[in-house]
């Protein structure tokens, strides 16, 4: 069976891959797995330049199809921010927690009806040194006052998806991933990967 990189340090998003692909054709190995421990530099403007980049990238180590993820939360109120930066927003220093505190506190005198956010996902696909094809998904939302919920990772538990009246981090991980950018990504991928082999 040919093996599928999943590109990404971010246990997080590793986990949550791997659960998506479940009963995909393919043997999922992380880069833990397979003893690859560099990073590859996120220099691109948009989700799609730098999950093309890491996935192309980390390509070139491996004989695997391999599969890297660009995701994050694009804010209105924001200008589109902490958008390409949204694992890198307020510093190095900071985790999720501190990320969410930074977001809330940037978001204060903004009203219920102007905290309109969207989470964004780019998946790319490469082997060997080539780009294959690339997998978008997009969800709405709003940004809550405050964090809700311990499900999920990153912003979860600040993105209130108004379908189910409750934020990412209070969903279950079988709700979200009907319904999220990542699990829209990951659908394209699976049709597309399941009709080539």
């Not at 696909?125 to 978008?136: C, V, Y």
Request: charged share 20%; proline share 4%; hydrophobic share 40%.
């Amino acid at each position: 069976m040919r093996q599928l990189l999943l590109a990404t340090h971010n246990q997080g998003k590793l986990h949550e891959l791997t659960q998506l692909l479940a009963g995909v054709p393919l043997q999922v190995v992380s880069l833990h797995s397979l003893g690859i421990a560099r990073d590859v530099a996120e220099t691109g403007s948009t989700f799609a330049a730098n999950a093309t980049l890491k996935a192309v990238e980390y390509s070139r180590l491996t004989d695997a199809l391999t599969l890297a993820d660009d995701s994050g939360l694009e804010v209105t109120a924001l200008g589109g921010a902490p958008g390409v930066l949204s694992a890198r927003y307020g510093g190095p220093g900071l985790g999720d927690d501190g990320r969410n505190t930074l977001l809330l506190k940037e978001l204060l005198p903004i009203g219920w009806d102007e905290r309109t956010a969207r989470f964004v996902c780019v998946l790319a696909l490469a082997h060997s040194g080539a780009l294959i094809k690339t997998f978008h998904g997009a969800v709405a939302g709003l940004i809550a006052f405050e964090p809700r919920g311990t499900n999920g990772f990153g912003y979860d538990p600040v993105f209130y998806y108004p379908p189910h009246a409750r934020t990412f981090g209070e969903l279950s991980r079988a709700e979200k991933e009907l319904v999220s950018h990542r699990g829209q990504a990951l659908r394209r991928f699976r049709e597309y990967i399941e009709d080539v082999l």
